[in-house]
């Protein structure tokens, strides 16, 4: 159904933005997200349909490691915009480049690019109904805060240091992730797989943080 189709794209991008948004607690860790996954879709040739040339990539790429460095520095921060805007621009890249694919890689290694900031709004709105909380109210108990009281805790006191290091961690496991998925592309089962490790993974470290 051609209008079911369309409310339920525009709700899932609505997700992504929103997750986006919600993970963007930490220098560098929406941002070094959104690096990953472009590096990714553009080393296995999935960005091939938008017809840009190797200069443009080389722009692009550095681009966004230069906003990548500031904001680990603390100098330059994304807000809710950026964040939104950076949402909506993923949203579009892999919608796009599925359907230019389709029927050659696995849906579920789109669904696997993007768990991250989708499951946090997701966990976030179960965590905050179980609470009895308003879900649209902003608090700090989101994974990669916890994660950075943590580490500030236990390891580092200053709160850039502990910030970006809480941040490079979350986002070397993602790669990790990433990198495991990009091998089989093709392979539905591999992938869901992955997405299920991740979730309970997620759960796991939540608890004990």
Not at 33 to 47: D, E, K, P
Not at 109 to 120: D, G, H, S, T, V
Not at 179 to 202: E, G, H, K, P
């Amino acid at each position: 159904n051609f209008y079911f189709k369309f409310i339920f794209s525009i709700f899932c991008i609505l997700i992504l933005i929103n997750g986006s948004n919600f993970i963007d607690g930490l220098n560098g860790l929406l941002i070094g997200y959104f690096l990953i996954v472009i590096f990714f879709l553009y080393n296995i040739g999935i960005l091939d349909h938008l017809n840009l040339n190797e200069e443009d990539y080389q722009f692009l790429f550095f681009g966004i490691i230069i906003i990548l460095i500031l904001n680990y520095l603390g100098l330059l921060f994304l807000g809710d915009n950026g964040s939104y805007l950076i949402g909506l621009f993923l949203a579009f890249i892999l919608i796009s480049s599925f359907n230019s694919f389709k029927g050659i890689i696995s849906p579920y290694y789109i669904i696997l690019l993007i768990w991250y900031p989708c499951f946090e709004n997701l966990f976030s709105i179960i965590r905050k109904n179980k609470l009895k909380n308003s879900p649209i109210i902003a608090d700090d108990k989101h994974l990669h805060q916890l994660l950075f009281f943590y580490i500030q805790k236990k390891f580092f006191k200053e709160n850039l240091i502990s910030n970006n290091f809480s941040s490079i961690l979350i986002n070397t496991y993602n790669f990790i992730i990433m990198l495991i998925a990009s091998t089989d592309i093709y392979s539905s089962n591999l992938q869901s797989l992955l997405v299920v490790v991740n979730v309970v993974i997620y759960s796991v470290c939540y608890r004990y943080l």
